[in-house]
């Protein structure tokens, strides 16, 4: 059982940056493939980045590739989301999800993650 609470959410103006935390309580946290996916106003959830319990490989969504980073301090049991470049585009609320794997090598792009956060609001305005 993990539990994810994020962080680091707000209003932004286009071009800004901003970096979201996401963090889990209990052990094993490299045990975990972590994923961050965003939600629209009126629109499907989706991907945005995912990385592997060891940190070692990442994936992200290609609207967010060259300006979206995800990366993880397995010691503080935290995954972040540095976010440059910032576009109206971008607004969302943003979840934190987190899936088990002892390997520490897979990667996850799909809704198949056993916990999520509450999620952070983000608002990018012109």
Known sequence: QVQLLESGGGLVQAGDSLRLSCAASGRRFS???????????????????TISGSGGITYYADSVKGRFTISRDNAKNTVYLQM?????????????????????????????YDYWGQGTPVTVSL
Do not use: H
Request: contains cysteine.
């Open 84 to 112: 440059n470049c910032l576009k109206p585009e971008d607004t969302a609320v943003y979840y934190c999800a987190a899936d088990w794997d002892p390997t520490g090598w897979r990667v996850i792009m799909k809704s198949d």
């Open 31 to 49: 045990s975990y493939v972590m994923g961050w996916f965003r939600q629209a106003p009126g629109k499907e959830r989706e991907f945005v980045a």
